[in-house]
T-cell receptor, first 116, second 105 residues
Framework: EAQVTQNPRYLITVTGKKLTVTCSQN?????MSWYRQDPGLGLRQIYY???????DKGDVPEGYKVSRKEKRNFPLILESPSPNQTSLYFC???????????????FGSGTRLTVV | RKEVEQDPGPFNVPEGATVAFNCTYS??????FFWYRQDCRKEPKLLMS???SGNEDGRFTAQLNRASQYISLLIRDSKLSDSATYLC??????FGAGTRLTVKP
């Protein structure tokens, strides 16, 4: 089954304790992206990657890191989480925004992160 | 100006009503457009792509107006199950904030 797998689904952590949210897709998609979603603010892009070893900042990259060492994986790293990073996070992948096969994003099920 | 803007709603409509949402975008070079549906606390799911000539899928019709830089989604004969937030997306994967629809009996 074609899917994007995110883990964990739920996470409660303390301020300053490094964490990684994993994201993996099995569709051989070029493009992957991380979003956070907060009430009233919609989906805001954190980082995206057009291909292996190519990553770029989105609208709200501060406090986050990503890596794209393999095509299928795109982990989101919070080196020193803070309470304002409490949010619902989504990973997504697509063939690419200008691909002739572009049929939009497939999303992971989300990670609900609470930083206390 | 935001790159993608939507009326946040909420739209509260009775069952059977026709409802339309618009979404404006700022980049005139944008090439692909989508509507997504998101249920509460779930991941967004692709509802339909929006083609230049407009397209229809059952009760749903999507249209693109390049001159005025907006896309629209029309839902006919609304069902209770259509209650959700509808998100528009343009090709650089910029999401609108979403329009909440509630269909009431």
């Amino acid at each position: 089954e074609a899917q994007v797998t995110q883990n964990p689904r739920y996470l409660i952590t303390v301020t300053g304790k490094k964490l990684t949210v994993t994201c993996s897709q099995n569709m051989n998609h070029e493009y992957m992206s991380w979003y956070r979603q907060d009430p009233g603010l919609g989906l805001r892009q954190i980082y995206y990657s057009m291909n292996v070893e190519v990553t770029d900042k989105g609208d709200v990259p501060e406090g986050y890191k990503v890596s794209r060492k393999e095509k299928r994986n795109f982990p989101l790293i919070l080196e020193s989480p803070s309470p304002n990073q409490t949010s619902l996070y989504f990973c997504a992948s697509s063939p690419g925004p200008r691909s002739s096969d572009n049929y939009g994003y497939t999303f992971g099920s989300g990670t609900r992160l609470t930083v206390v | 100006r935001k790159e993608v803007e939507q009326d946040p709603g909420p739209f509260n409509v009775p069952e059977g009503a026709t409802v339309a949402f618009n979404c404006t975008y700022s980049n005139s070079a944008s090439q692909s457009f989508f509507w997504y549906r998101q249920d509460c606390r779930k991941e967004p799911k692709l509802l339909m792509s929006v083609y230049s000539s407009g397209n229809e899928d059952g009760r749903f019709t999507a249209q693109l107006n390049r001159a005025s830089q907006y896309i629209s989604l029309l839902i006919r004969d609304s069902k209770l199950s259509d209650s959700a937030t509808y998100l528009c997306v343009v090709d650089d994967m910029r999401f609108g904030a979403g329009t909440r629809l509630t269909v009431k009996p």
